[in-house]
Each structure stands twice: as structure tokens, then as C-alpha cells.
């Protein structure tokens, strides 16, 4: 992925375009030719940290906080269908088109900042790791190290097809977690008085209710699927097929909150209400009594490790393209790493080596996640305020939103960026 016009032309050939005459006479097979960007994405959102937050929302509030997780699914695929026209229309990645229409120093604090988010989803998702091997007795010393060499190892393989896929593949090991949500046989009728009792009122529900909303859009997100489409050869006639994928996925992470709250809500949420969940083991310990000891290390262990290693991938991919797009550094997948390419993988190398580095050495992870926390809210307001002005200054007007369109979208903007700035006094104990 290049910012040269050479590279990437202002109508790259679609996707589908390497199918054979006869293969192209069947839809799902051109879906399967461009889908891929919106549902990896999408599953990296559900990582780590959201699935221990759904869980002690079941935990805390039952089915309470079910409905949330339903109404976050349109606001999850209005922001990054914006990305979508972006990328696929501009053929350039969002630093670059920040660099290009509003400076090099705005685009320097995005890819700063970028970076550093990117470092922090990577802690919290090396600390997922970590927890899940210790429920089966491995060291993190030998669980951390192979987790990043394996996604390390992912930018070596010279396509983004194929790391597309690992991601996928990865990110659906989350659905192993359905079946403990069966066991527990939640309730219709509580799940049916949950979806009309939101107490709003509960300053405990309004902060558990922020940290949901809070996390749905982080900067990584948008940067990772603007650069995904474009790795992928996605043109103008494909971006009908990518919101799909992008609507597929959003409902599906949802999906798997909700699966995580039913889950805890009908067990834990029942034995132990209010019960605090802040780690991996408490979580597998307070599911043990419901599902059997077997159940709760190996269907939360799979499902953990899925989000993290999926997430994980999105998040560091996005801050090495982000930064080479500032810097105009050769950034691709689509090649071995090689000279050209060399300050974008070692950029990508780098994130992963520093994560694994600061969860090795056991420093106090809750509060580098509290500060992960508070600097993602602080970003929202800049990174959907990017976000907005350039889907109406970088995109022809037939690309652009319009009438009722562009201000439901705005408003739903505005909802998150609302949500994770009272994040910040409310994470700091200000409240």
C-alpha cells in the first residue's frame, strides 16, 4: 500500500477482477472475493478488554445491558462505512489523506497518537494471552513470545489475502464461547423484561454503559479497514459488497457481546450479582460452578485467545500503516518484507517486541489499561472529527452523505464522542 499515484491508482481494479469469466457468473463467489476488511476489523473490535467488559456487565446488570449492545451495532457500521468510500475512492490511507488536506503536523499527532493506542490494545491483548495460558498452567514467559512471533511472523508471508484470513479464522474462535451460553439457559422471559429496563438512573450502569460505547470506535479501527481495502485491490464498483461485509460484521461482534452477557447474567449475574470480574482467572473461576471446570478454561480460554490474537493483528497493522502513510514509507503486505518495505515492517516488528516487553516484565497493568482508556476517549472527539471532515472535503460529491444520511450519522458521532469523554472523569474517579 503506497501513497504514490503509481501504486495506487484513482480506480484500482476491483477485487473480483482476477476471477475467472465462469467464476464471476456466481455471486458468493465475488463476496467471498472482496469481503474480509469490515468482518476482520469488526472481530478485532470484540477484543479483550470488551468481552471482560460484557461480562461483567452480565455480571453486574443482567440482561439490562443487552439492548446497548443491539443499538451499538448501527453506530459500529455508519463510522467505518466511512472509511470504506475512503479508501476504496481516494486510494489512500488515512494518514496520508490527513497529511494531505490538513497538514503534516496533524497528520504527525494522528500517527502519534495512532502509535501509541496501537501499543496499548497490544498490552491489553498480550495480558489476554498471558491470563489464558495461566488457566492452564503455562508461564506467560512462553505464551507472550510465541504470540508475538506468530503475529510477526503474519508479515512475513507476502499477502494480505492470506493474513486476512488468519485473522478471520482467528477472530471466529470466539464463537466457541456460544455453547457456554446455552448451558447456562438464560431466560426469555427475564432476556425479554431486560430489553425494556434500562436504568439510567444507576451511576454504576451509566459508567459500565460508557465504557461499552466508549470502546466501540478506536482509532485503529479506521485506520486498519481505510488500508485494508486499499492492500486488497478494492475498487468503486466493490464498495457496494464491502458495506455488506462491514453490516455482516458489525452484527456479528455485537452478536458476541450479547452472547457474553446472557451468558454471565444467567449464571453469574443470578448466583452472584454484582460480582467484579477484572481478570481472566476470576472469570473462569465464577463460570466453574456452571459449566464444569473443562467448560470454563476451554470455552473462555478459545474465545479470549481468538479476540486477542485477532485484535492484536488489526491494532499493530494499523499503527505501522498509519505511521508509514505520515512518513510516506513503501507499506504492503502484498510482498516479503525487502528494502523498499523495510521502516514499515520494522515499524510493525517494533510494536509487537514493546508490548511483549512491558506485560513480561509484570508492571501494573490495570493502570496502563485505565490510561489506555482515558486516552482513547480524549482521542474520539479528534479522530471522528478527522473522520467526518474528510468524507466532505476528500470525496467527490457522489460519494459523499447527504440530507438525513449525513446528520443521523453525525448524531451517532456525536453519541460515542459524547460517551468517551464522560469516560474520563468518570475512569479517573472524578464522578
Not at 455488506?244 to 449475574?269: N, P, S
Not at 499493530?316 to 510482498?335: D, K, M, P, Q, Y
Request: hydrophobic fraction near 55%.
Amino acid at each position: 500500500m503506497l501513497d504514490t499515484e503509481t501504486e495506487h491508482p484513482a480506480h484500482a481494479a476491483p477485487a473480483h477482477a482476477a476471477l475467472s469469466p465462469g467464476r464471476r457468473r456466481w455471486p458468493m463467489l465475488v463476496l467471498l472475493a472482496v469481503w474480509g476488511p469490515g468482518l476482520v476489523v469488526m472481530l478485532a473490535d470484540t477484543d479483550v478488554g470488551s468481552l471482560v467488559t460484557a461480562a461483567q456487565s452480565g455480571t453486574q446488570f443482567g440482561y439490562a445491558m443487552v439492548l446497548p449492545q443491539l443499538v451499538l451495532v448501527p453506530i459500529l457500521y455508519v463510522v467505518q462505512e466511512i472509511t470504506i468510500r475512503l479508501g476504496i475512492v481516494t486510494q489512500k490511507g488515512h494518514g496520508a489523506l490527513i497529511r494531505e488536506r490538513f497538514g503534516r503536523g496533524w497528520a504527525m499527532l494522528s500517527a502519534g497518537t495512532l502509535f501509541a493506542t496501537s501499543i496499548g490494545a497490544l498490552l491489553t491483548e498480550f495480558a489476554g494471552v498471558a491470563g489464558v495460558g495461566e488457566l492452564f498452567g503455562i508461564s506467560r514467559t512462553l505464551t507472550v513470545p510465541v504470540a508475538a512471533a506468530f503475529l510477526i511472523g503474519i508479515a512475513f508471508t507476502g499477502s494480505y489475502r492470506r493474513a486476512e484470513r488468519i485473522g478471520i479464522a482467528c477472530g471466529l474462535a470466539e464463537l466457541v464461547f456460544v455453547p457456554a451460553m446455552i448451558l447456562a439457559h438464560p431466560s426469555l422471559h427475564a432476556i425479554g423484561s431486560g430489553l425494556g429496563h434500562v436504568p439510567l438512573h444507576d451511576s454504576s450502569y451509566v459508567l459500565l454503559l460508557a465504557a461499552n460505547v466508549g470502546a466501540v470506535i478506536m482509532p485503529w479501527m479506521i485506520f486498519y479497514q481505510q488500508g485494508a481495502v486499499i492492500d486488497k485491490g478494492l475498487g468503486p464498483s466493490d464498495i457496494r459488497s464491502e458495506r455488506r461485509d462491514t453490516a455482516v460484521g458489525a452484527v456479528l461482534t455485537q452478536a458476541i457481546m450479547v452472547v457474553m452477557v446472557l451468558a454471565f447474567a444467567a449464571t453469574v449475574g443470578l448466583a452472584h450479582p454484582g460480582a467484579m470480574l477484572d481478570t481472566v482467572g476470576e472469570i473462569s473461576a465464577a463460570l466453574r460452578p456452571f459449566v464444569g471446570d473443562i467448560g470454563a478454561k476451554v470455552l473462555l480460554g478459545a474465545a479470549l485467545l481468538g479476540a486477542a490474537l485477532v485484535a492484536a493483528l488489526v491494532a499493530s497493522l494499523a499503527g505501522a500503516w498509519g505511521i508509514s502513510e505520515v512518513f510516506g514509507w513503501t507499506h504492503t503486505l502484498n510482498r516479503r518484507p525487502d528494502r523498499q518495505t523495510a521502516k514499515f515492517t520494522v515499524t510493525y516488528v517494533l510494536a509487537h517486541v514493546v508490548g511483549a516487553v512491558i506485560v513480561l516484565a509484570s508492571l501494573d497493568l490495570v493502570t496502563l489499561v485505565v490510561d489506555v482508556e482515558v486516552m482513547n476517549a480524549l482521542l474520539l472527539p479528534v479522530v471522528l472529527g478527522f473522520l467526518l471532515a474528510l468524507e466532505a472535503k476528500a470525496l467527490p460529491e457522489q460519494y459523499r452523505m447527504r440530507g438525513l444520511h449525513r446528520v443521523v450519522v453525525t448524531a451517532l458521532c456525536l453519541v460515542v464522542i459524547a460517551f468517551g469523554l464522560y469516560m474520563i472523569p468518570a475512569t479517573l474517579g472524578w464522578l
